[in-house]
């Protein structure tokens, strides 16, 4: 096998936001054995390595990455009937929302309302995924991986996944473990996961609504909210939600609440509290399809940061900390980024910092 390694590849274009500088180096990676390579060869030069899937969940620095970036294009579904579900074993480099339509298609439960998520099957467990009440690590049965350094290939369980809300050990750990393939364990005609309240009002008129009709509505609600990726879109460039939404102690949520008893909130774990995003951004004085002259927070949903083209990733992170600051200002909450920066690091109190410059 000889690796194709391209020097100074624009990365901009590989994502969804459409901004940032250019890789040193790049390489495209369509199997296990390209990827394993590839790790080598940026290891030989002691160089960094950044993993790129569908580049849906990426803030790219304006000077780029100093390092190898490895795009992901391994691909292949496979289901498997075991122990009353049916497994289906997906490439990383899968798109997801291809694999959630086929397992609609094929009547099987677990994943229906996690359509629509742009991206490749391999960030699903590094995010832990979720939307509209499910999340990956509901269905996750194995995650298969490499380990930089030993160059192992190993079937990790969810146990050693350490999933959390939008977290797992792959996100806390990124340079340990490079995801090849995600293994899901899928119900044979079981019934949607009706268990978000937009979601539930949406089909209240369906007294037993089907798989097939609940990821439609999935798509019609994240169409409505510009959470899709649709041509000529004005909310098109962004990354979704920019920020998780925040959990809190029960008391600071009562707290709050009291103030205003409005205030959307979830049960968490620990006895905690989640709070709505986008709604403390709205409240602190944001408003949707406000801008700050490249960019913006979109039209139609206050969670998203979008660029209108010509922008700079500066800008983009500037905006950020002007929202996340209001919202600590108004209910001294603090938001936590979603997105993975690169060649970027994020500080709550202080405007973004460029790592690695190309100098």
Known sequence: MTLVIRDGVALAPLTTLELGGPARHFVEADDDAAVVEALRWAEARGLPVAILGGGS????????????????????????????????????????????????GRDLGGLECLSGIPGLVGATPIQNV???????????????VVERGSWQIRELPPAACGFGYRDSAFKRDPGRFVVLAVSFGLRPGAPPALRYRELCDSLAG????????TRATVLALRGKKSMLVTAGDPNRRSVGSFFTNPIVAADQADALAGGA?????????DGRVKLSAGWLIEQSGVR???RRGAVGISSAHALALVHHGGGSTAALLALAHEVAGAVHARFGVTLVPEPTFLGLSWDAGRAPAETGSRG
Do not use: C
């Not at 979720?130 to 298969?144: F, K, L, M, N, P």
């Open 206 to 213: 369906n007294a037993r609504p089907t798989l097939a009709e």
């Open 288 to 290: 949707k399809g406000s």
């Open 57 to 104: 969940n990426l803030v790219v620095a304006d000077a780029g990455f100093d390092g190898l970036v490895v795009r992901i294009g391994s691909r292949g579904r496979r289901f498997e009937p075991a122990g009353g579900e049916v497994v289906v074993t997906a490439a990383a480099g899968e798109p997801w929302d291809a694999l959630v339509a086929e397992a609609v």
């Open 261 to 269: 008893p409005s205030m959307p909130r979830w049960p968490a774990a």
């Open 130 to 144: 979720g939307a509209y009440g499910q999340e990956v690590a509901d269905t996750i049965r194995a995650v298969r």
